[in-house]
């Protein structure tokens, strides 16, 4: 049983930075920056567990959704004329290990197939189980070159095609990548980084009694799960109705020309890298408005996600003070 | 006839970035322009380009091959077909992708991550097909030879104008069916290439278009030969483009950029001297102004001669259209060697870097580590017979296996002898220690010194960061040295460490090396398989020992010899002594020669001429693996 995800006490720049994700999993995924033990791979599960379960193609390995896209599998059955039969499946949260191999994050031959059949087949790897799931990283700033260079392919096309080992295949992966970091350990490439929508430092709670209430929600569930469960229920249907209802809400958003206004004004101002932080900073607005059920974005959404969204695309040498970028965003923030 | 809707409109998804379009347009008029090469740093579109371009090959079924980083050799140039092996009974090959890609076009995503192998085996054969890749110079340049053999290289700009700001924001805040929107501007797009396709072949040129290529070339120091003949290719595609039947120095103008950009000496990046390279900046600005008259004086020729019979309010909307563009693209050129050097300080010194960096993973490719977690780790590169690690390729025994499984007899499972079995080679990336150890004597303060030395060292750091090299850091002053910074590869931590160095006392500079020495032992037994650089920043006056009453030279000389003698260090000295003075005592520059290091004075390592101090100790620990 899984500690439920309302029930997760303070941390709410990380809970929300979840929740605007999974509203529009074209943000692009949730880097969270922090120290152990402040709950951050609990609540990735919990919100996986809480999400209503999704439909995917029965059968299928690689999660295809019926509508698309779909692996090389699916494809020849719709091309054969097959018919698809729908399943429904709970959302995952795939942890991607520090010391995995590549043949494990990209899938590779089926060994023991092809010693007991002599045939080829593909096993899937990580990120087959990953499609339209959450890819956990934990420590993602440890992980090894080699694999960034990986997860930055797929990332890019939302496609991982395989070419390893005599086999060839392809099939969708898209997922909510989300991973964490301690900064002092080390540096994330920037190309990478960049991949991760947004960003958000947490900080272990020192507020006595916030600790307090963490530790009796703990002991509580871990002693009385069920009544624990059953006590947040409630809670726990409310946000879910919450971000279904946002779901279907954010196609019908309104972005005034003020509110583009001040995108620009704000990304222009601060010399960001791409177009990246721009887009993901009006989607996540988007979101956050969706998330409050409203159907305009405010200036409200944008003060709230900014941070969230540029933070970690501030153009700085390696060496440069961060505080005095961040400052500065701050300073235009206020304005705004 | 159709009319052209100006390639600016292709790809609607991505706004603006013409010339990355055009270049794009122009390899599919004709594949021998060589292909396309886009640039650019993150969240500019390249990927999205691609995909654009994928969409379109899908939409009008050109045959494209896609190489994924994963690629292993087996699948790029071919290998055994397991299964029909294991049928007939004896070797069955398969095809590899390269030799799918024939007349094909290539898409490989950050082509820049590939291993030089693996590259090597790509531009090989790249005269059969077309290669359009992608590259983040942030992560690595690949070798000026690979370069020289894609036809354009294009480097994606930020959007300025804030129309065009506006309009991508627009367009991108909601999720968009990339597949299936704008099919129209494609099928439009497609019937006007295939024209121009077939009248490409008309085109005609006059004898001096080749002289003026050429010179075009020599003038911008791209010395390939590849230049021109890719120069030559895409201005005629571009003159078809334009439904001209002759090549005019303006078409090749206009697409010269596209073609010399990344073949131009000083993006190549030799060793090269800093006096010589301003040089050629000058050399290379005074070319663009060159053409860029012409240009400006040629266009009133243009729409007399235009023969279309598109409506004339088409033809100067056309014309008006090209003028900005034009401009921009010519603006792009000196901006994009611009955007190397002063965008990060020094963007053009990681370049160079990582590619010597490049050559020392090769040099030491195959380098085995012993540790179990090792094991796991590292780029699967081939099959091997024998190998100490015991690491078993599971493919290669059964492919080795498959041929002799019918004369072993084979009912269901596979009969695999000890003699198939095969084993992986593997290999990762060895990373550099950068061993810091900072004299913080009273001398440096003299002069403000130190703030010149922390600025050199800073610098240094700065190149460590680029190619994620650990650091570590040795301060010694008064009696004693200390590890203020352990190894690490947070290069932010080190650059705190370095902000509060204090400075002031006597000069224990002996027990600095000593330090030093420790370290890199200590450092050494973890992580057999670094290379380490010891960094040693002093004017040398050494006047504490470490016993008491010896003499801190000779200390200081025994432990050089030390250093010297641990294969895997190597060392640069950085001598902070004022030139000027009486009292210069050239201690420093004796010092270099106990540690058989590398001497710079710390005049000569102020931020421009650092590249070349890096680049040579990089130069230095390669020939030093060579001998070994």
């Known amino acids: 049983m899984i500690f439920p995800f309302t029930a997760i006490v303070n941390q709410e720049d990380m809970k929300l930075g979840l929740i605007l994700n999974v509203i529009d999993p074209s943000i692009g995924g949730l880097l969270i920056m922090g120290e152990k033990g402040t709950a951050k791979s609990t609540a990735v599960r919990a919100l996986a567990d809480l999400l209503p379960e999704i439909e995917v193609i029965k059968g299928c390995k690689f999660n295809c959704a019926p509508e698309g896209p779909y692996c090389i599998e699916c494809l020849e059955k719709i091309k054969n004329g097959e018919s698809i039969e729908i399943e429904k499946k709970k959302m995952e949260v795939v942890e991607l290990p520090l010391g995995v191999t590549e043949d494990r994050v990209v899938g590779t031959l089926d060994i023991e197939y092809a010693i007991t059949k002599g045939k080829r087949h593909f096993e899937p790897g990580l990120l087959a189980k990953a499609n339209r799931n959450f890819l956990y990283i934990d420590e993602v700033n440890l992980l090894e070159d080699h694999i960034v260079d990986l997860l930055l392919d797929s990332a890019a096309m939302g496609i991982n095609r395989v070419e390893r080992e005599g086999i060839s295949f392809f099939h969708p992966a898209r997922f909510i990548l989300v991973g964490t970091m301690n900064p002092e350990e080390g540096e994330l490439r920037p190309q990478f980084l960049d991949r991760f929508g947004l960003c958000v430092e947490i900080k272990a709670i020192t507020d006595k009694n916030l600790r307090k209430e963490i530790l009796k929600r703990k002991i509580e569930f871990d002693t009385n799960p069920e009544k624990f469960m059953q006590k947040w229920e409630p809670e726990q249907k409310k946000l879910v109705k919450r971000i279904l209802e946002a779901k279907k809400l954010i196609s019908e958003i309104e972005v005034s020309e003020e509110i583009y206004e001040k995108v620009v004004e704000l990304t222009s101002e601060l010399s960001l890298d791409g177009h990246r932080g721009d887009i993901v900073l009006l989607k996540s607005a988007k979101a956050h408005a969706a998330f409050n059920l409203r159907k305009k974005v405010e200036k409200e959404d944008i003060k709230r996600v900014a941070y969230f969204a540029l933070k970690h695309r501030l153009k700085r040498l390696p060496f440069e003070e961060p505080e005095s970028e961040v400052k500065r965003l701050y300073d235009i923030l206020s304005r705004i | ?628």
């Open chain 2, 1 to 628: 006839m159709i009319s052209f809707p100006e390639f600016k409109e292709a790809f609607p998804e991505l706004i603006g970035n013409y010339p990355a379009k055009l270049a794009l347009i122009l390899n599919l008029i004709d594949p021998n322009c060589g292909g396309v090469l886009l640039a650019g740093k993150r969240g500019l579109g390249k990927s999205l380009l691609l995909k654009l371009l994928k969409k379109y090959l899908n939409l009008f079924k050109i045959p494209y091959v896609e190489i994924p980083l994963n690629v292993t050799e087996e699948n790029l140039v071919g290998g055994i077909d397991v299964e029909k092996t294991l049928e007939i009974g004896y070797r069955v090959y398969q095809k590899g992708l390269l030799d799918k890609a024939k007349n094909a076009y290539v898409l490989i995503e950050e082509i820049n991550l590939f291993p030089a192998e693996y590259l090597s085996l790509i531009f090989q054969r790249s005269y059969n097909y077309t290669i359009i890749a992608t590259l983040n110079p942030e992560e690595g340049f690949i070798s000026s030879h690979f370069l020289d053999k894609i036809g354009m290289c294009v480097f994606l700009e930020k959007l300025e104008d804030k129309k065009a700001y506006f309009e991508l924001l627009r367009f991108w805040e909601k999720e968009k069916d990339l597949e299936n929107s704008y099919l129209e501007s494609y099928s439009n797009l497609y019937k006007y290439i295939e024209i121009i396709k077939s009248w490409r072949t008309n085109v005609k040129y006059e004898d001096f278009i080749w002289d003026y290529i050429v010179e075009i070339c020599l003038k911008n120091r791209a010395f390939t030969h590849r230049a021109e003949i890719f120069l030559f290719f895409a201005s005629r595609a571009y003159a078809a483009l334009k439904g001209d039947s002759i090549i005019k120095p303006d078409y090749v103008n206009f697409v010269a950029p596209l073609v010399l950009l990344h073949r131009m000496k000083n993006v190549e990046e030799k060793l090269q001297p800093q006096q010589e390279k301003k040089e050629n900046q000058e050399q290379f600005q005074k070319n663009q102004e060159e053409p860029q008259n012409q240009s400006q004086n040629k266009p009133e020729k243009l729409p007399q001669k235009e023969q279309e019979k598109s409506s004339s309010q088409n033809e100067e909307n056309k014309e008006e259209n090209e003028e900005p563009d034009m401009d921009s693209l010519e603006i792009f050129l000196p901006s994009a060697p611009k955007e190397e050097i002063f965008d990060l300080g020094d963007v053009f010194k990681p370049k160079r870097l990582l590619l010597k960096k490049d050559r020392i993973i090769r040099s030491i490719s195959g380098r085995r580590t012993k540790s179990k977690t090792h094991l796991k780790g590292g780029r699967f590169v081939r099959s091997v017979i024998f190998s100490k690690d015991k690491d078993i390729d599971l493919f290669g025994t059964i492919k080795t296996a498959s041929p002799f499984q019918k004369l072993r007899g084979r009912k269901d499972k596979l009969i695999i002898y000890k003699e198939d079995i095969r084993y992986k080679e593997k290999e990762r990336k060895i990373s550099h220690l950068v061993v810091f150890v900072v004299d913080g004597s009273g001398s440096m303060a003299a002069q403000r010194r130190m703030i010149a030395t922390k600025g050199a060292i800073l610098s240094l750091l700065m190149d460590c960061y680029q190619k994620r090299d650990k650091v570590a850091m040795i301060l010694f002053r008064k009696f004693n040295a200390d590890v203020v910074l352990p190894p690490t590869s947070s290069v932010e931590l080190a650059y705190k460490k370095l902000k509060d160095l204090p400075t002031g006392g006597n000069t224990p500079l002996s027990a600095g090396l000593f330090e030093a020495y420790k370290l890199i032992k200590k450092y050494h037994l973890k992580s057999p398989e670094d290379r380490i650089l010891l960094m040693l920043v002093t004017d040398g006056k050494a006047n504490i020992p470490i016993k008491i009453a010896s003499d801190p030279l000779e200390e200081t000389e025994n432990i050089c010899y030390e250093l010297k003698n641990l294969s895997y260090v190597d060392a640069v000295v950085v001598d902070t002594e004022i030139k000027k003075d009486f009292l210069k005592m050239d201690l420093a520059k004796e010092i270099a020669e106990w540690l058989g290091a590398l001497y710079f004075a710390l005049e000569e390592i102020k931020s421009e001429s650092l590249l070349n101090i890096v680049n040579l100790s990089k130069n230095f620990l390669y020939r030093n693996e060579a001998k070994s």
